[in-house]
T-cell receptor, first 111, second 116 residues
Framework: EAQVTQNPRYLITVTGKKLTVTCSQN?????MSWYRQDPGLGLRQIYY???????DKGDVPEGYKVSRKEKRNFPLILESPSPNQTSLYFC??????????FGPGTRLTVL | AQKITQTQPGMFVQEKEAVTLDCTYD???????LFWYKQPSSGEMIFLIY??????QNATEGRYSLNFQKARKSANLVISASQLGDSAMYFC?????????????FGKGTKLSVIP
């Protein structure tokens, strides 16, 4: 089944404890991205990647890192999480510009 | 910056009736794409329909159709024969212009409630 998977789906952590949210797609898509969704603010792009080893900042990259060592994987790294990074995170991927498929989301709470 | 406006925070529709969710956008670029996504209470984002700015016909996918009025810069989603499972948040999004751009800018969403 063609899909975008994210892990973990739910995470509660404490301020400053490094964490990684994994994202994987099995559709051989070149484009992948991360969004965060916050009440009243909608979805905002954090980082994106056009291909392996090619990443760039979105609208809200502060406090996040990404890497793209393989085509299928695009992990989101929070080196020192803070409470303002409590959010619902989505990974997305696409092959063409007229589609974009989202993962199931990761609910992150930073205490 | 590109902008998407969804003016209806919430809407109610009777089961089996049709409903239109409004979306207007702002861009000066002639090449862009418009998307609609559904987000049920479980949280996932489900792709519904896509309309390219150069597409001659309105996009349709099953019970979903997109009423694309380019001159008015509107891209309203029409859901025919509403079902209880259609109750969800609906987001309109626009692909940023520019060659090779994939970034989506989202509206704030409309919460649709289908009444039995």
């Amino acid at each position: 089944e063609a899909q975008v998977t994210q892990n973990p789906r739910y995470l509660i952590t404490v301020t400053g404890k490094k964490l990684t949210v994994t994202c994987s797609q099995n559709m051989n898509h070149e484009y992948m991205s991360w969004y965060r969704q916050d009440p009243g603010l909608g979805l905002r792009q954090i980082y994106y990647s056009m291909n392996v080893e090619v990443t760039d900042k979105g609208d809200v990259p502060e406090g996040y890192k990404v890497s793209r060592k393989e085509k299928r994987n695009f992990p989101l790294i929070l080196e020192s999480p803070s409470p303002n990074q409590t959010s619902l995170y989505f990974c997305a991927s696409s092959l063409t510009r007229n589609e974009q498929f989202f993962g199931p989301g990761t609910r992150l709470t930073v205490l | 910056a590109q902008k998407i406006t969804q003016t209806q925070p919430g809407m109610f529709v009777q089961e089996k009736e049709a409903v239109t969710l409004d979306c207007t956008y702002d861009t000066s670029d002639p090449s862009y794409g418009l998307f609609w996504y559904k987000q049920p209470s479980s949280g996932e984002m489900i792709f519904l329909i896509y309309q390219g700015s150069y597409d001659q016909q309105n996009a349709t996918e099953g019970r979903y159709s997109l009423n694309f009025q380019k001159a008015r810069k509107s891209a309203n989603l029409v859901i025919s024969a509403s079902q209880l499972g259609d109750s969800a948040m609906y987001f309109c999004a626009m692909r940023e212009p520019g060659a090779g751009s994939y970034q989506l800018t989202f509206g704030k969403g409309t919460k649709l409630s289908v009444i039995p």
